[in-house]
């Protein structure tokens, strides 16, 4: 059964860190590029940041450039998303995804072919 889980979410406040992961089950991720994407409350899905599957390429949102840095360990089967600097508008649900993509990765959900369940990220003083 192909699965992805994020774990890490939780409530920090401005300024603090956390780190989400993304684990697969399945299947193997050595061959897709790895999606973050979130949703606020009365918002639509926005695309965070992605990595690709062969070379490295990332993409990242203007919003968390510079603050965001994504990762993958082949070997864990995992991907993270380190976040730093938090702000209150960084709330969300924080969703990763899968896409068998060579190249550049996709930035736009509907690329994407498999999703995680998502995991609560507030920031709140």
């Known amino acids: 059964q192909v699965q992805l889980v994020e774990s890490g979410g939780g409530l920090v406040q401005p300024g603090g860190s956390l780190r989400l992961s993304c684990a697969a089950s399945?299947?193997?991720?050595?061959?897709?590029?790895i999606g973050w994407f979130r949703q606020a409350p009365g918002k639509e899905r926005e695309g965070v940041s992605c990595?690709?599957?062969?070379?490295?390429?990332?993409y990242y949102a203007d919003s968390v450039k510079g603050r965001f840095t994504i990762s993958r360990d082949n070997a864990k089967n995992t991907v993270y998303l380190l976040m730093n600097s938090l702000k209150p508008e960084d709330t969300a649900v924080y969703y990763c995804?899968?896409?068998?993509?060579?190249?550049?990765?996709?930035?736009?959900?509907?690329?994407?072919?498999?999703w995680g369940q998502g995991t609560q990220v507030t920031v709140s003083s």
């Open positions: 990595i690709s599957s062969s070379d490295g390429s990332t």
């Open positions: 399945g299947f193997t991720l050595d061959y897709y590029a």
């Open positions: 995804a899968a896409a068998s993509w060579l190249g550049f990765p996709p930035t736009r959900a509907y690329e994407y072919d498999y």
